[in-house]
C-alpha cells in the first residue's frame, strides 16, 4: 500500500466549474496535510495546510480532512483556467519520523 | 518563493563527474531538505538537514552526499553523477518537522542532465 495515494486524474472540468481532488494515506498518527500545486516546469507551491477534523476554507479552495477514514480531500470553487495545474497531497507520516510523504498528483484541466 | 534560491537552475554533465548543487534561504529556518522528482516516482526526499553540521537520509540517498555550514546553505553532491541521476533537484525549508509550523516551501529547483 502506497504511504499516501490521490485520484489517478487527468480531471478535466468546465471552466465555473468545481474540481474535487482526492487523497487517502496509510498512517493513521498522521496530524498534518498539505495541499501543493505545480504547474509545469515550476515547483510545488503550498495552497493548503489543514491540520484539524473538518473544513478550511481560503478563496476558492476548500480542504476537508477525516482523520478517521484517513482522507483529504481539496475542492477548487468556480474553476479559472489558472487553476490548471497538477495537485500534489502530502502527509506528514508520523511513522516516518515526520517525513513528509506526497502522492504522484493529480493533473487539473480547466476547459474556458 | 519564500527566500530560497538554488544554483545552478541548470547543469549538463558527463557520466563519472562530480556535481554540486545549492540551496540558499533567507527564512533562517532550521530544516532543509533535498527531492528528486521524476516522471512516475513523484517527489523523494534524498537528505534532510535538522540544524548545523546535523544531516540525515531519506529514501533515495544512494550516490548522493550533502553538508550544512551554516543555517542557510545545504549543499547536494553527488560523487560520481550517473545517467540515472538526471532529474529535477528541489530544495524546501521548514521550521519545524512535527507540530504546527512544519510546512514546506520550495525553491525553484535545478533540472540536471546527466550525459
Known amino acids: 500500500q502506497k504511504e ?3 485520484n489517478s486524474g487527468p480531471l478535466s472540468v468546465p471552466e465555473g466549474a468545481i474540481a474535487s481532488l482526492n487523497c487517502t494515506y496509510s498512517d493513521r498518527g498522521s496530524q498534518s496535510f498539505f495541499w501543493y500545486r505545480q504547474y509545469s516546469g515550476k515547483s510545488p507551491e503550498l495552497i493548503m495546510s489543514i491540520y484539524s477534523n473538518g473544513d478550511k ?4 479552495f476548500t480542504a476537508q480532512l ?3 477514514s484517513q482522507y483529504v480531500s481539496l ?23 515526520y517525513k513528509l510523504s506526497f502522492g504522484a498528483g493529480t493533473t487539473v484541466t480547466v476547459r474556458a | 518563493d519564500a527566500g530560497i534560491t538554488q544554483s545552478p537552475r541548470h547543469k549538463v554533465t558527463e557520466t563519472g563527474t562530480p556535481v554540486t548543487l545549492r540551496c540558499h534561504q533567507t527564512e533562517n529556518h532550521r530544516y532543509m531538505y533535498w527531492y528528486r522528482q521524476d516522471p512516475g516516482h513523484g517527489l523523494r526526499l534524498i537528505h534532510y538537514s535538522y540544524g548545523v553540521k546535523d544531516t540525515d537520509k531519506g529514501e533515495v540517498s544512494d550516490g548522493y552526499s550533502v553538508s550544512r555550514s ?18 529535477v533537484y528541489f530544495c524546501a525549508i521548514s521550521e519545524s518537522m512535527g507540530g504546527t509550523h512544519n510546512e514546506q516551501f520550495f525553491g525553484p529547483g535545478t533540472r540536471l542532465t546527466v550525459l
Open chain 1, 4 to 6: 499516501v495515494e490521490q
Open chain 1, 57 to 60: 476554507e481560503d478563496g476558492r
Open chain 1, 66 to 68: 477525516n482523520k478517521a
Open chain 1, 75 to 97: 475542492l477548487i470553487r468556480d474553476s479559472q483556467p489558472s487553476d490548471s495545474a497538477t495537485y500534489l497531497c502530502a502527509v506528514n507520516m508520523v511513522s516516518n519520523d
Open chain 2, 70 to 87: 551554516k543555517t542557510e546553505d545545504f549543499l547536494l553532491t553527488l560523487e560520481s553523477a550517473t545517467s540515472s541521476q538526471t532529474s
